[in-house]
């Protein structure tokens, strides 16, 4: 059973271009989270998504930034005309339905030059 | 927002030392989750606790979910050179039992051979 999956794992972008991060979750899970992690520091939630529904964009910046987890296909988080301060570990969770436990995948590592 | 506070901060032991750690917070968290991180790497679940008073066990790692429902603690047995990485705590926010998680700082660990 293969775990939660992300690419890339390392993300290299200069300023003002587009960042894409791919998620794909764990077989037979259907909620997805994603997470920004800043240089020692803890993990901060970002937005929580089931099958076409945002659940809880909270802890999304209000410009630059969405996230979709379309009916086919990985979910993706989105970054457009990046800026140094957006590097970072993106990671992303998936958990079966209503359930508190969530997996992490291996992270995107974003740097922007 | 709710936050939790986990200590120390940082430790240094020897191979074979036994090592604890907790977590506190202002508010009540229905569900307590340790993870680990290795460098370059997501977090992996160590143990999960549901139920307040909870005191779990995974090999060498006990867990405990406290009765007030503030705080949760981390033991490690025994400690080997692989313990090395960082120790989250996390719970789920805002009262619920599942969706978005509120991590501390973590607890970086330290083992020399």
């Known amino acids: 059973n293969a775990g939660v999956m992300q690419n890339p794992r390392h993300l290299v972008r200069r300023r003002g271009q587009e960042a894409r991060l791919r998620c794909s979750p764990m077989?037979?899970?259907?909620?997805v989270y994603w997470y920004r992690q800043l240089p020692e520091e803890g993990l901060k939630f970002m937005v929580y998504l089931q099958k076409e529904n945002i659940i809880d964009e909270s802890g999304m910046p209000k410009e630059r930034f969405s996230a979709e987890f379309p009916k086919e296909g990985p979910s993706i988080l989105r970054i457009q005309q990046v800026v140094r301060g957006d590097s970072a570990a993106y990671f992303c969770?998936?958990?079966?339905?209503?359930?508190?436990?969530?997996?992490f995948g291996p992270g995107t590592r974003l740097l922007v030059l | 927002g709710q936050q939790l506070n986990q200590s120390p901060q940082s430790m240094f032991i020897q191979e074979g030392e036994d090592v604890s750690m907790n977590c506190t917070s202002s508010?009540?968290?229905?569900?307590w989750l340790w993870y680990k991180q290795d460098p370059g790497e997501g977090p992996v679940l160590l143990i999960a606790?549901?139920?307040?008073?909870e005191l779990t066990s995974n090999g060498r790692l006990t867990a405990q979910f406290g009765i007030t429902r503030k705080d949760s603690f981390l033991n490690i047995s025994a400690s080997i050179p692989s313990d090395v990485g960082i120790y989250f705590c996390?719970?789920?926010?805002?009262?619920?039992?599942?969706?978005?998680?509120?991590f501390g700082q973590g607890t970086i660990l330290t083992v020399h051979p």
């Open positions: 508010s009540i968290f229905n569900t």
């Open positions: 996390a719970g789920p926010s805002g009262g619920t039992s599942y969706g978005k998680l509120t």
């Open positions: 077989k037979g899970h259907s909620h």
């Open positions: 606790l549901y139920k307040a008073g």
């Open positions: 969770a998936s958990s079966p339905p209503s359930k508190e436990t969530q997996y």
